[in-house]
């Protein structure tokens, strides 16, 4: 059985209170979902369904919008790929964020600029996740000073990243080649089997890191019966006789 949606086992009361009731809609707590993601930063967990709210919030009330809540928001989705956070975040921020600067016609309002080029950086880190381009992203990520400005706020970021990838690794394969994983973890030498042997506790064997057998990547043979009978046969091949020339 699944896990709800707007399921958090980390979400206070006075958040959960105002989620199921008709406070969710009023402005005024605005400020109060905007502290608990920074909570959410600072505590390594996400609340997808309350962050969902404040973007909500934010389309009705664009004055009270901040764009450092919205960046962290995203921050935080990529954390949990390869859910849709991200993307169900990004389809509540408007249409002039999501618009490359140099793709506009016109020239964007004071502030809009930075918000929207976080955004597409962003998106960025996003693709190659879901493309599972992990050695890229790591590339990517250090490449521009912007990202380690936009990650600042979310505490173990990269930590968080790593543990999604292995968990995706652990999905489909039972070994894997340790410099392969290397690469898609971003990680070298000591850092790397503290992280490979502590963490998701994991073998390496020379060049090999052995992932323990779990039900996803355990390789099942499978016999499939085909219950046809013969007159089923038999009505195929007369009206294949009985079609015209």
Same mark, same amino acid.
């Given at each position: 059985m699944g896990v709800p949606f707007d399921y958090s *086992?980390?979400?206070p009361d006075h958040?959960?209170?105002? $989620?199921?009731?008709?406070?969710?809609?009023? /402005?005024?707590?605005? #400020?109060?979902f905007q502290e608990y993601v920074a909570e959410q930063c600072e505590g390594k967990f996400t609340d997808t369904y309350a962050n969902l709210a404040l973007l909500k919030l934010y389309q009705f009330n664009p004055h009270l919008t901040k764009d450092e809540t919205i960046t962290n928001i995203l921050v935080k989705s990529?954390?949990?790929? *390869?859910?849709?956070?991200?993307?169900?975040?990004?389809? $509540?921020?408007?249409p002039h964020i999501?618009? /490359?600067?140099?793709? #506009?016609?016109?020239?964007?309002?004071?502030?809009?600029a930075p918000l929207s080029e976080a955004v597409q950086k962003l998106n960025v880190l996003n693709n190659l996740l879901g493309q599972a381009s992990y050695s890229v992203f790591w590339s990517t990520l250090d490449s521009d000073d912007l990202y380690a400005d936009l990650i600042a706020d979310v505490a173990g970021f990269e930590e968080l990243i790593r543990i999604?990838?292995?968990?995706?690794?652990?999905?489909s394969v039972r070994e894997i080649e340790k410099q392969v994983l290397e690469s898609w973890l971003g990680l070298q030498a000591e850092a790397f089997e503290k992280f490979v042997t502590g963490v998701c506790g994991w073998e390496i064997e020379g060049s090999v890191v052995k992932v323990p057998l779990n039900k996803e990547n355990e390789a099942k043979g499978s016999i499939v019966?085909?219950?046809?009978?013969?007159?089923?046969?038999?009505?195929?091949?007369?009206?294949?006789?009985?079609q015209p020339a």
């Open positions: *086992p980390d979400r958040i959960n209170a105002i $989620l199921n009731g008709l406070d969710r809609y009023n /402005p005024e707590t605005t #400020s109060i990529l954390t949990v790929f *390869p859910s849709p956070d991200f993307s169900l975040a990004l389809h $509540l921020l408007p999501l618009t /490359p600067v140099s793709a #506009s016609s016109a020239l964007p309002a004071a502030g809009d999604r990838i292995a968990l995706t690794i652990s999905q019966r085909e219950n046809v009978k013969i007159e089923q046969f038999s009505r195929v091949i007369r009206r294949a006789y009985e």
